[in-house]
């Protein structure tokens, strides 16, 4: 099956920081998508995006499909963007993997 | 609903019971999947419905677990004679349509096996 490898595992940041995280796969997909899990648990769609770049607010994604990877931005963070951040990805199977995430602390 | 809705949203049982944990999917979302987090772990697939037909069960960690989904809709995850290692949180989402599109996930049903 598809492997999905996220970077970095842990970060922290200061409040107003800018950070990337990174999603690389290794086969075609036809799906991928950005999650926020919140301390509470919920996981929240941030993008859809099997290509191309999308912004929302403080949030970006690129993804560029034929080289298997796949970008988050968040600029200006806050303290409420802490939380662990998935990039799950499904190719012609069906089947969804999830990388193992990258964990965010956002420090006041 | 507006949202994907899990039952019960926690759930402690007796090592060796049977439990049934509940999804319901976002009105007109044909495809509908399963998932399992463990603590502090990402989340491991276990199985999707496009419609009421689940086409790779592949996921599925034994013979113990068994899903069904009826009338396109609302689906049941039955996991008999529980195990310790089922404790988890178990996650629902679905989407418009399989392997595409958003998926929009349920709040999970926390399981603890005794």
């Known amino acids: 099956g598809i492997q999905v490898e996220q970077s970095p595992p842990d970060l922290i940041l200061q409040e107003g920081a800018n950070s990337t995280l990174r999603c690389n796969f290794s086969d075609s997909v036809n799906n991928l998508q950005w999650f926020h899990q919140n301390p509470w648990g919920q996981l929240i769609n941030l993008f859809y995006i099997p290509s191309g770049t999308k912004q929302n607010g403080r949030l970006s994604a690129t993804t560029v499909a034929t080289e298997r990877y796949s970008l988050l931005y968040i600029s200006s963070s806050q303290t409420t963007d802490s939380g662990v951040y998935f990039c799950?990805?499904?190719?012609?199977?069906?089947?969804?993997?999830f990388g193992d995430g990258t964990t965010l602390t956002v420090k006041p | 609903g507006a949202g994907v809705s899990q039952s019960p949203s926690n759930k402690v049982t007796e090592k060796g019971k049977d439990v049934e944990l509940r999804c319901d999917p976002i009105?007109?979302?044909?495809?509908l999947y399963w998932y399992r987090q463990s603590l502090g772990q990402g989340l491991e697939f276990l199985i999707y419905?496009?419609?009421?037909?689940?086409p790779d069960k592949s996921g599925l960690p034994s013979d113990r677990f068994s899903a069904e989904r009826t009338g396109g809709s609302v689906s049941t995850l039955t996991i008999q004679r529980t195990q310790q290692e089922d404790s988890a949180v178990y996650l629902c989402a679905s989407s418009l349509d399989w392997g595409a599109g958003t998926q929009y996930f349920g709040p999970g049903t926390r399981l603890l096996v005794l």
């Open positions: 799950a990805v499904s190719g012609n199977a069906g089947k969804s993997t």
């Open positions: 009105s007109g979302h044909t495809a």
């Open positions: 419905f496009q419609g009421n037909s689940a």
